[in-house]
């Protein structure tokens, strides 16, 4: 039988302009990599009431103590239903810690914090779910995916578990960390301060934040982020409200536990064993409730795309072939 051979490459046209558009489509809406799996390493900083830099404290970059910076590390899933959406899970270990006498005086209001002279460190595990948006995937002729350059802003909700120590030295001298819940440095739970009820060690999260993807392959990216976690409380440092009177750490607590609340609590002019050179007076302001801490980190990270074989347009792709000639 003669086959017409106009008739035959009418028919590779149209296959090849169908299934050309299939996988642009499959590409851009749910494609070969719809998943990804990761991990990603790098600092993570405290923004809270200890620590900071000249003039009043604040939860931003101007407070920021380079030598308390901590690595974290993480890993995560995600799911793109399109190129230019994606939703992440992630889970992250991490330290975060603050240090008074870190602090640059200059005489004004960072003064106070400095006499201070408390620290804390605190282990983290976070978790989170996020939003990712690419914004410039709209503008991109798909092409392949390695050798692109991909911005995004990120957002979700998340918690995470703290558990803050103070540094603390013994009758010998000898310095370890321990733990400053327990010991209602600020009154939690004592009936002279009803207000101040006992903080969990856990809190709910807000990470909002940009990043960067750079493709080294179809199925593997590089990518930069910076995450800042919106938080609700204000006691991952142990430091919230205002001085008590340190006789109430007998009444609460056991004789070991009094003793190391007495040195934790305020450290002005601090030296082991020594005494004070003075005591805070009760209702003195210890740090500022009025801003919750916070802390954020800066990541790189190693992404895996994966194939999805098992969606129904892969499946039908594998069913539909143009048909052949001899």
């Known amino acids: 039988m003669r086959t017409t051979v106009p008739g035959v490459r009418t028919l590779v046209l149209i296959c090849t302009l169908f299934f ?28 809270g ?21 901590k690595w974290s590390k993480g890993i995560y899933a995600s799911v793109h239903p ?14 975060l810690e603050g240090f008074d006498s870190l602090i640059r005086s200059k005489g004004g209001a960072e003064d106070y914090r400095k006499v201070r002279n408390l620290n804390f460190r605190s282990n ?7 939003v990712e948006f690419y914004p410039t995937v709209f503008f991109e002729q798909y092409d392949g995916l390695q050798g692109k350059l991909r911005p995004y802003g990120v957002m979700g909700l998340g918690i995470f578990k703290f558990n803050p120590q103070g540094l603390y030295y013994n009758a010998q ?30 809190s709910v999260e807000i990470p909002m934040g940009v990043g960067a993807k750079y493709y080294v392959k179809e199925n593997f990216y590089i990518g930069l982020e910076v995450l800042h976690r919106k938080t609700f409380t204000d006691y991952v440092d142990d ?18 536990q009094a003793k190391m609340a007495r040195q934790l609590y305020y450290r002005e002019n601090f030296v082991p064993n020594g005494p004070l050179s003075r005591l805070p007076t009760n209702n003195e302001q210890r740090g500022n409730p009025k801003q919750n801490d916070s802390y954020f980190s800066t990541s790189l990270r190693f992404g895996w795309r994966l194939a999805d ?3 129904p347009e892969s499946r039908a792709a594998r069913q539909m072939r143009c048909p052949s000639f001899y």
């Open 20 to 47: 050309s558009s299939v996988s642009f489509s499959q590409s851009i809406t749910s494609g070969n990599g719809i998943y990804e799996v990761g991990l990603n390493l790098g600092p993570m900083i405290f923004l």
């Open 49 to 69: 009431d200890l620590g900071g830099n000249h003039g009043k404290g604040t939860a931003f970059v101007k407070d920021v103590n380079f030598p308390t910076t």
């Open 82 to 95: 399109t190129e230019w959406l994606g939703f992440r899970i992630a889970l992250n270990q991490g330290v």
């Open 124 to 130: 983290l595990i976070e978790a989170y779910g996020v």
């Open 173 to 202: 001298g000898k310095s370890s960390w321990v733990n400053l819940h327990d010991l209602r440095l600020e009154g939690q739970g004592m009936e002279e301060y009803p207000d101040r009820k006992d903080y969990k060690l856990s």
């Open 239 to 256: 430091v919230s409200t205002t001085y008590i009177d340190p006789n109430l750490f007998d009444k609460y607590l056991t004789p070991t």
């Open 309 to 311: 074989n098992n969606s």
